[in-house]
């Protein structure tokens, strides 16, 4: 049981990408899902989440109104819009999963993926 994410490439600062991650074995419309990103020599770190129950959590605060999570139950897939991007989001972006209620630590995730790369550089 894991993720494939997605969508990760070198852009622009300003510029936007969206992150895709696609459950192998399970199905994300009673599950938390969050992204987390990880830069180099930093810890792994949860950007934002949302829950079974469809309730929203954002975990690093400069990101509200930049980064949007979205879920698509028909394609079994969880989105992550990324807007306005900065060089400070260069990161391995990934994608865990627990059961129900979001979580802030990637302790608690049960399930990931292999993670994908996006660099913000000019």
């Known amino acids: 049981l894991q993720f494939v994410e997605s969508g990760g490439d070198s852009v622009q600062p300003g510029e936007s990408l969206r992150l895709s991650c696609s459950p192998s074995?399970?199905?994300?419309?009673?599950?938390?899902v969050a992204w987390f990103r990880q830069a180099p020599g930093k810890e792994r770190e949860a950007v934002i989440c949302?829950?079974?129950?469809?309730?929203?959590?954002t975990y690093v605060d400069p990101l509200k109104g930049r980064f949007a999570i979205s879920r698509d139950n028909a394609k079994n897939t969880v989105y992550l819009q990324m807007n306005n991007l900065e060089p400070e989001d260069t990161a391995v972006y990934y994608c865990?999963?627990?059961?129900?209620?979001?979580?802030?630590?990637?302790?608690?995730?049960?399930?990931w993926g292999q993670g994908t790369q996006v660099t913000v550089s000019s």
């Open positions: 865990g999963a627990r059961a129900y209620v979001c979580l802030p630590s990637w302790h608690e995730y049960d399930y």
């Open positions: 074995g399970f199905t994300v419309d009673s599950t938390a």
């Open positions: 949302i829950s079974g129950y469809g309730e929203y959590t």
